[in-house]
């Protein structure tokens, strides 16, 4: 029986031999033939189907979305559109990130500016001052514009 050992499939997919069988477990790949010895035959199409977990996972898709995504590939009744309704929901999460990564930014400004001219001890320090208030950072989506 022909086929590669799992180091060398992960070796060819770019990714740690122990993913494939993580991967296995959340049955994002099947579980490959064995040889007559009992070891595990990887052909090329798990290289392919690594290489498209991992570009998903570049793009923020999580494993149980990537899973969605394999199952609509191969699911025939399934369209594009299908698919884009996914990349849309994804589209909105990545923006929700954004904004708040963008508040964080705005807060953690702001602590600097505050802190700029300060030179005495940490105990007067404003940044650890405002982490210690709940109502100074104001990091909340519903509180900030």
Known sequence: ???????????KAGVNPETLRYYE???????????DGGFRLYGDSYVDRLRFIQRAKDLGFTLAEIKDLLEL???????????????????????EKIRALERIRKALTQLAADCEASQGPTSECPILDAMANENALNLNASNST
Do not use: F, H, W
């Open 1 to 11: 029986m022909d086929g590669m050992t799992r180091g060398e499939v992960a070796e």
């Open 25 to 35: 477990r959340k049955e994002l790949i099947p579980k490959p033939p064995r040889s």
């Open 73 to 95: 590939r191969v699911d025939d009744e399934a369209t594009c559109r299908d698919v884009k309704v996914q990349t849309e929901e994804k589209i909105d999460e990545v923006e």
